[in-house]
């Protein structure tokens, strides 16, 4: 397969790519020495081994005790480093290993800490106690996939073999340009991405380099291009395939309360999340939609009084509380674009006094709306146009060739 590799400010698949070979975390060589090490630095011929996972609850003291550990050297161990090994973060199902001394009295000599797929630690069982962290060798092998839907996207991508997160990828990807809640049979898609593999067992999905979609009868393409040191993926025409939000829905305010797991309820008193941000702004004062959209609810209610539900795309959902009145026309299934007026600021529902309640919600889940970065939608630049050019062409064949 063919990678990109980063030349100026211009991502360009190199010809004699070899995935095999694409290694982004190498592994020092064993010293020469005759005796045969393992993957963590300890001898391979002189210890036996046993693994297990981290049992609820279970602590380093209780884990390591059970193998007959000088309660000495466990504490050493505890208060070693928590730089580099934090006991108190031990997980439930992580990995371990003990390493003891293949003789008769199999003695426990050494504890391997994995916390994940790449990254472990390596404690020591003698004095003095000594941690190191290490990790794993990885490559990167780039795959490709292509496929029609015929149920859903996850299925389709499931039947493939490949990792389901691309189709959540691949939505994001896509997400201003496509409505996934709409997907019809005969649908289909190509991408290349990158898998990581730790020897020959893939352990991980990386990134998406390039894609097509073909969506009610229109073909999408992802070009991968980099402009302001910024990697984004633009149509065959150069648009980019992102599209902004406005910063806020209203103008000329100040925000009297920000997103919250856990806040004082101004009418209720009671601590409760408090999953929007609060715009304080005098009755009657214009509120905007922050992104193109369909409207799928305008409603009443006791708590969240008049509000305006928005599905912007198959990720984002915006909604707009205690609203006074809804501009006339807004009702649902109507589409409306960046900056239309949706309503106006009021004190509806269980409000203390005239204020916006301002939500969002990715995938269902509820996110600060100050927290999302609102992505550049400038085109490809006239003096970037002929370095985009060869690289829509590079990716616009190898997709069609798949």
């Known amino acids: ?76 161990a505890a208060n070693y480093s928590r730089e580099l ?33 790449v990254e472990y630690v390596k404690v020591n ?19 490709d996939i292509s496929g029609t839907i015929s149920s859903s996207l996850w299925n389709a991508i499931g039947e493939a073999g490949s990792p389901l997160i691309l189709a959540i990828e691949l939505s994001e990807v896509y997400a201003w340009t496509i409505d996934f809640f709409g997907l019809q049979n005969g649908d289909a898609f190509k991408a290349f991405y990158y898998e990581n593999y ?11 380099e390039a894609a097509w979609f073909k969506h ?39 925000i009297s309360s920000g997103f919250s797991h856990s806040r ?25 939609a922050i992104g193109d959209g369909r409207v799928i609810e305008t409603s009443y209610s006791a708590g969240a009084g008049r509000m305006v539900r928005i599905r912007h795309n ?16 807004i009702r649902p299934d109507v589409w409306v674009r960046q900056g239309d007026v949706i309503g106006y600021v009021g004190s509806s529902g269980m409000s203390t006094g005239p204020h916006l309640d301002f939500r969002v919600w990715k995938n269902g889940q509820p996110v600060d709306p100050l927290s999302i970065e609102a992505p550049p939608v400038e085109p490809v630049r006239e003096e970037n146009i002929e370095n ?15």
């Open 264 to 288: 004082m309820h101004p009418v209720l008193r009671v601590r409760r999340p408090h999953h929007g941000v609060d715009y304080a702004a005098p009755v009657g004062t214009p509120v905007y």
């Open 125 to 143: 069982l003698y004095e003095p106690v000594h941690i190191e962290r290490g990790s794993r060798e990885v490559t990167r092998k780039m795959k």
């Open 314 to 329: 198959s990720l984002y959902t915006s909604a707009y509380l205690h609203l006074r009145n809804f501009e006339p026309g």
């Open 85 to 117: 090994f934090d006991v108190r973060r031990i997980r439930a199902g992580e990995r371990y290993r003990i390493f003891y001394t293949n003789d008769s009295l199999s003695i426990p000599r050494y504890f391997i800490y994995e916390p994940n797929a």
């Open 198 to 208: 730790i020897d020959s067992t893939a352990f991980g999905f990386d990134k998406i």
């Open 388 to 402: 985009f050019t060869r690289v829509k062409r590079i990716w616009m064949d190898r997709l069609d060739r798949l």
């Open 1 to 76: 397969m063919l990678a990109v590799v980063h030349f100026h400010a211009v991502w360009l698949p190199r010809e004699d790519f070899n995935p095999e070979e694409d290694i982004t975390n190498v592994v020092a060589e064993p010293p020469e020495s005759g005796i045969i090490f393992n993957e963590y630095g300890i001898p391979a011929d002189e210890y036996e081994t046993i693994e297990g996972r981290i049992l609820r609850n279970q602590t380093l003291s209780s884990l390591l005790g059970g193998y007959n550990v000088n309660a000495s050297l466990i504490h050493q």
């Open 216 to 254: 009610m009868g229109r073909e999408f393409y992802a070009i991968p291009f980099e402009q302001d040191s910024v990697v984004g993926f633009f149509d065959q025409d150069g648009n980019s395939l992102r599209r902004t939000f406005l910063k806020a829905p209203l103008r000329f305010t100040r």
